[in-house]
C-alpha cells in the first residue's frame, strides 16, 4: 500500500510543528511529507528578531530551533526557497516555484496543511521603497536592518507604528544607542490597551528616551539626493531619519486560500473548526497567523498573531493528519511585551471591546508594587480589571509596571479561560513572599475593588 502524501505550505511555527507532530505518529512508509517554504529558515522565533536587533540576543542562529537539515533527517522532504503559488483543491495538489531558478511543477496531496503566515502591512506611500526603510518580519528582515544601522549616517530613527512591534524596535533601536520618535496615528500606543492604561505606557515611554507623537497619520517618507531616507511626513510636520523602522502591524497572509475559494472570516483569516481542519473540507488543515481563533471571552472568532497560538496549532494538526485526536478550543486574548523598564500585559476585553459586545461593566483600577512595598526594589505597578456588571463575571485585565508586573498576566488569563468571578479570583491561593509579592497580590486587590463595584452597581 503506498504512503500518504502530507504538503505543508509554510515553514515556520505551525507548519513544521505540524510536520514534526505527524512523522512522530507515523513513519515515511506510512506518510510522505512534503513542505514548501519561501524563505531561507524554518522553526524560528519572528518574535526574538527586536531583542536580535537590539543587541540583547547575539547571532539570529539563536533565534533558530530547528534547522532545515534538521528536518530534512527527519524524513521531511522540505523544500526551501520555494514559493507555493496555485492551491488546486479541486485536482488536490499545489503548483511550486523554486526562487533560484524559476523552475515550476505540481505536487499532489492527499492532506494538506496551509501555514502561510501573516503579511506585514506596508501602505503604499510615496518613498516607502526607500532605502533605509525596513519592515521587520523576517529573519532577512532583520538583517537588513542591522545592515542598514551601520550605513546610517547619523543615528536618528523613526519607528511607524505604535503596536507591540513599533515598542519593542523602538526600545532595540534606543539601545543601538540612536535618537527614537515613534509615530502613532492613534491617540496611544498600544490600541490593545485602554486609554488610561495607555498613557502610563506613553509616559514611561517618554521617560526613558523616547519621543512618541500620537495622532500622527504619515504620508510619504522623503529621501535626500542619495536616494535614501531623510524624514517622515505626517501630515504638515517632518521628522529627521536615518533609518525607518515599520510596525504597523500583519494581515492573514491567505492569497493561496482566498484564491482556491476557501472560507474566510471578517479579517480575511481562514476559518477553521476545533480540530485545525479547514470548514468544508476534510483533508484541509490551517493553522498559525492565517487563520481566525475563537475568543472565548466575546465567543467571536478573531485574527490574533502569536507564535504560542501557532505551535499549538501546529501539534493539534499534526497529531489529527496522523490519525490521532486533538482540538483547539480557542484563546482569551492573552499579550505581554516590554518597553525598557516598563512590562505591558493584557487579556481578555477591553473597555471599547466590551461595548462593541453590547456587555455592561464595572472597572477597577488598582496601583500597587510587584513585590512588598519595603522589600529593596520595589517597583510601581497599575491593574486595570473589568467585570461584567450583573454576574461578576471577569471581562478583561491589563497591567503596566515594573520587573515582575507582566507576568501576572497569567493568573487572569487562567481565570478567564475557567469563566470565573471576581469574587471567585479573590479567594485564589497565590504564592507569596516579601521579594515576589505584597501580602495582598495586586490582582486580588483589583479583584476585591471589582467586587465592591458589582455589589455597588446593584
Known sequence: MAAERLVVIGGDAAGMSAASQARRLKGPEELEI????????????????????????????????????????????????????????????????????????????????????????????????SPGVHGVHTIDDGRALLDSLEAAGRRRAVVVGGGYIGIEMAEALLGRGFEVTLLTRGAQPMHSLDPDMGDRLTGAMERSGIRVVTGAEVTEVLTGDSGRVRAVA????????????????????????????????????????????VRGHADIWAGGDCVEVLDLVSGRHRFIALGTHANKHGQIIGSNVAGGYGTFPGVVGTAVTKVCETEVARTGLTERQADEEGLQYVTATVESTNTAGYYPGAALMTVKMLAERRTGRLLGVQIVGGAGAAKRIDVAAVALTARMTVEQMTALDLAYAPPFSPVWDPVLVAARKAVSKVRAAG
Open 34 to 129: 512534503v513542505a514548501f517554504e519561501r524563505s531561507g529558515f524554518t522553526s524560528y522565533s519572528a518574535c526574538g528578531i527586536p531583542y536580535w536587533v537590539g543587541g540583547d540576543v547575539p547571532e539570529h542562529d539563536d533565534l533558530i530551533a530547528r534547522t532545515p537539515e534538521e528536518h530534512q533527517e527527519r524524513g521531511i522532504d522540505l523544500r526551501m526557497r520555494t514559493e507555493v503559488t496555485e492551491l488546486d483543491v479541486a485536482g488536490r495538489r499545489v503548483r511550486s516555484r523554486d526562487l533560484a531558478s524559476g523552475a515550476e511543477e505540481w505536487t499532489s496531496y492527499d492532506k494538506l496543511v496551509i501555514a502561510t503566515g501573516a503579511r506585514p502591512v506596508r501602505p503604499a506611500l510615496p518613498g516607502i521603497e
Open 234 to 277: 505626517a501630515g504638515s510636520a517632518e521628522y529627521a531619519a536615518d533609518v525607518v523602522v515599520l510596525g504597523l502591524g500583519v494581515t492573514p497572509g491567505t492569497d493561496l486560500a482566498r484564491a482556491a475559494g476557501l472560507p474566510l472570516g471578517a479579517s480575511g483569516g481562514l476559518l477553521t473548526d476545533t480540530s485545525m481542519r
